[in-house]
Each structure stands twice: as C-alpha cells, then as structure tokens.
C-alpha cells in the first residue's frame, strides 16, 4: 500500500530526500527502483548521482522531476516539497531525462523556438541556450535526421531555455564521441560556475571524478556514501591489474596476505594497494610470478564495493512460524529417511529370498540329475555284465567241444572228471543260447551255485 509522501520541515539545501522508496510492477513481480533513499544535496557546484546500472540513479531522477510518483518518503527542492509544490519550481528546474518531445521535421532551432513561446522565454534565449551546447551551426538540421550528439545538445538546450536554478541531467555523455563527452562536461561545469545547481546521474566515475563537487553513491536504491568527491573517490586508491597463470592461487594466496582482490577471469585486481610490490613479494613466497602487474585507478566497480558496508553475518531467530515449518520439514526428512531405509531394506530380503530360492532349485536339479545318470550307469552296468556272460558263456562251450574233440576215446575214464574240473573253473552256465532266454537279473549266489551244481549232475 502506498504511503503518503511526508514533507520535511524547513530545508536549505538545493534536494533533500527522505525515505523514498519506489518499486515498479513487472512479470517477476515487485521490482525495488530505490528503496529508503535519503538524499542530501548543496545549493551550487555539481552534484553526481554515482552507481552501477540498476543502482537507481534514473529512478530518482524521475521522482525529483515529477516524472515519476513515489509509494513512501518525502522530497524537497529549495525546500519546496515535490511532488505538490512543483508547479511553483516549473521554471526553477530544467532537465535532460529521457528523449524530449521533439517534432522530428523541424529542425533543432523551431522546436527550442516554440518550445521558448510556450514556456513565455523571449526568442533571443534561443540562440544563447544553442551558443551554450555548442550547436549554433547545425541547430538549422530537421531534428529527425540530427545525430545522438546533437540531440543531446538539444535536449540540454532546451532545458536551459527558461535559466533555471536547478538542472538535472541523466547520463549527460552517453553515445557521445570523446569530443561531444568532452565539451557536455565542459558546458555543465560553466553552468555550475554562473551559480545553476547541477546533478547529473552517471555511471561512469572519470565524469564524476572529472565535474562533480559532491558525489552520492547510489547502490540497490539506497545511499551507499555522499560528501566530497575528494572524500570520497579522490584518495588515491590504486587497484592494481594482475596476469598471472594461476589466478585462482594467486586470488587465494593475496586474500590470505590481506588484500582485496576480484577475480576477472584470468586476471585479478588487488583494490586499494599502497605499494604494488607487496603483491609481487606475497605472490613469490607462493612460487607465484605474475606476467603483468599494472597499478590503476580503481573502477566504480571497486568504489561501490570497497564503500558497500560489512555486513556482519549475525544468525537470524526464527519466528515461530518458521519454526514450526522448519520443524516440520526436519520431520517431514527424517520420514523420507527411514521410507527410503525401509524400502532399501525390503528389495534386499526379496532379493535374498530369490537367491536362496534360485539354490535349492538349482540343487534339487542337480540331485535329480544325479539319480538319473546313477541309474542310467546301473543300467550299462547290467547290460555290460549281461554281454560279458555271453561272452564267457561262448567261450567256455568252445572250449570244451574242441577238448572233447582231441581227446581220444580210450580216455572216457577221465572225460567226467574233466567236464566237472571245466565246469568248475568256468562258474558261468554253459547251454544253448536261446535257453539264456531274456533274464535280466543276474543270478543270486544260491542260484549260481544250485545251477552249476545241477550242471555238473547232468555232465555226469
Ligand atoms: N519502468 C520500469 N519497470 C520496471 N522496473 C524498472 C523500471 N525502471 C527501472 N526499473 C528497475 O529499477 C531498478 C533501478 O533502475 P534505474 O533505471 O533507476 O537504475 P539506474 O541506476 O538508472 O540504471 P541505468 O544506469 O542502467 O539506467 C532496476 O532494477 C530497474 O530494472
């Protein structure tokens, strides 16, 4: 919700700020263009507005000019509070903020002509405002087709053209060439010398450091420093550019010996440096040596950041909401923990039990297995032994006709005797083949002995 923007009491200062704050509305939300800005600026001289892109700078601008509504602080300009009293400073301010409605086929001096009819400024200030931006001579061009230069000379002109007190200039040399950057800055310093308070908005520190008196450092919408620019950017800071092979030691090393380094892919700048060769001496005890070591003067980069306060980091207390949501969410993992355990805990049993189960299988085959090819060999074994009897059995009945055939008939006596001692050195039953018949069991011991028994009978 908006506030109301405060007045502040009685003010001799040229702009003065308190607590303002403007956010925009844009597709990622609430986007802060200052925040809490407190302003202080002098009467006379030039004052810059200083800081990176996005730090604010146009944002005020806009809100000292009435371009732009503020949701919370209060302004003043010659102690006339802005935004309701700006009807009473309308020719007391002139500013350069953003393209000025220009007609582009007129030329640059009928536009300051009808702007000066309107704004009740007598035609001759036309030519002194286009003497003072340097344009006299191209100010016949259609402003359409003049350059980003001359334009900006116009613009600048233009607010010139009703002498005011206050002039406020966003970016006064962007897209100008060194001879126009030159000569704006040289016009806006001549301006602060015949006593019209300048603020200018610049990212760029030369242009401070080369026309401001005072500087405000301006960073994520809020006032990082404001005083002098000798107090501020004039002390001689050096940063020194380092080349070496190893930078991220090298950053290391430096930092652990006390310097204030940022990294810039391979190169490195050491801020705020009294003697270069420090850095030389505390890179050697490292075995470090830098290609290149060249002093500079710092950025606005190093500025802004060797002004941006220290925040110490102390630890926050949480409120109970947070506190409960963090307890919550501590439950919530150690939940996820011991599911996850469990789950872990489940596939390992069902695999155990899939592995034991894939054993007593793989056993129960191999048993099977076993008691098939033990059976299969008892089987060979009687089938072996069955030929091996009738193998013995032929041989046997062979060998007894051949005897009997040499054996001459006187000797009938020993013929029985014989027959006996052959049928008992072959234990196997001799007898026609087909009496063999298609037994498969091997005779028992009995059996074999009453067999041969019987034998030996019949022979007899
Ligand atoms: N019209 C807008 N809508 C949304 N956000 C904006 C708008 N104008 C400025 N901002 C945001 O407000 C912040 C301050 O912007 P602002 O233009 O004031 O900064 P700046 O210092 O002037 O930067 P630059 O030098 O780039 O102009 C930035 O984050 C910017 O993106």
Redesign the pocket.
Known sequence: MPYPVRVIPGSDTAVETLGLRKT???VRGR????DGLDLRMPAGGVHALL??????????L?LLTGLAHADAGAIKIFGVPVPDGLPDLAGRIGAVVGEPGFQAGLSGRRNLALLASAAGVPRTRVDEVLARVLLTDRARLAYGSCSVDERRRLALAAALLHDPDLLVV??PSEGLDAVGTREIRQALRRLADRGVTVLV?T?VLTEAQQIADTVTV?DD?RVLAQGTVADLLGDARVSVRVRLDEPGKAATTLRAAGFKVRADGELLHVDGVAEPADISRALAKQKLFPGELAPQREDLAAVVGRLRPVVPQTPKVPSRAEGRAARKAAEQQTADRKKAADQRKAAKEAADERAAADVEAAEKAAAKQAAADDKAARKQEAVDARAARREAQKTGAKALLSRRASEPSSASDGQGTADADTAKADPVEPGPQKDQGPAKKAPSKGQSQSQSDNRAKGSR
């Open positions: 925009y509305r844009s986007v802060v263009g200052v800081g990176l892109p996005g730090s604010g700078k146009t944002t005020t806009r966003d970016e908005a990212g301006l919408g």
